[in-house]
């Protein structure tokens, strides 16, 4: 997770330099870049840690004992 939101602050910050030099307004859509790659990265990681266990889906429709809801076995 952490390389995540190392990924977005990067990858946000490179397209804030590169249209920084296009445009010609360094720095500022380069700080602007880190901002919304923390941004970013701290949402996704959110959404990551409060979506619950992975595969609560599957449980839902079998059970907790790994039985259908007919009595068979999955």
Avoid: H, N, Q
């Avoid at 397209?15 to 790659?37: H, I, K, Q, S």
């Avoid at 979506?51 to 076995?73: I, M, N, V, Y």
Wanted: hydrophobic letters at 45%; glycine letters at 16%; charged letters at 20%.
């Amino acid at each position: 997770m952490a390389f995540t939101l190392v990924g977005f602050v990067l990858i946000c910050t490179g397209l804030g330099y590169l249209v920084d030099r296009w445009v010609g307004t360094r720095p500022w859509l380069m700080v602007a870049g880190v901002f919304v790659g923390a941004a970013l990265g701290f949402v996704y990681l959110a959404s990551f840690l409060f979506s619950g266990p992975a595969g609560s889906r599957d449980r839902k429709k079998t059970g907790t004992d790994g039985e259908e809801p007919d009595g068979r076995l999955s």
